[in-house]
């Protein structure tokens, strides 16, 4: 995940060294739950509480910067909230199912789909 991209495009070194940052963070943050050095248990208990305060900030993190630049644009809060947060948070969905599509994971992809919808 941290690793430099020697054989990509210029593109994607410039987005690498822009985003390794939050790379680090969640590569060290985030401990390997398959590595079986330690009690799978304990990492599995420190990953799913690392987790859940990751989705915690990042969801503080969105909400206060659509707050801003709705209050910079003179944009109603409620037409953000309805419109570019539901984006936002539908984007990792579609991203994952068309993931599994590619992989021919039709199954999957629907499940998520359906899923997604019901539970956003």
Do not use: C, W
């Amino acid at each position: 995940m941290i690793h430099y991209p020697s054989e990509g495009s210029l593109l994607k070194k410039l987005v690498h060294f822009i985003l390794l940052p939050i790379k680090a963070f969640i590569h060290f943050g985030i401990p390997d739950v398959r590595m079986t050095s330690v009690t799978p248990f304990g990492k599995a208990v420190v990953s799913a509480i690392l987790s859940v305060l990751f989705l915690i900030g990042g969801s503080y993190i969105m909400v206060e910067s659509l707050d801003a630049l709705a209050h910079d644009l003179r944009i109603p809060e409620s037409v953000m909230g309805a419109t570019f947060s539901a984006a936002g948070t539908s984007l990792p969905n579609y991203i994952a199912s068309q993931m599994a599509a590619r992989q021919g994971l039709g199954n999957m992809a629907i499940s998520n789909v359906f899923g997604s919808n019901t539970f956003n």
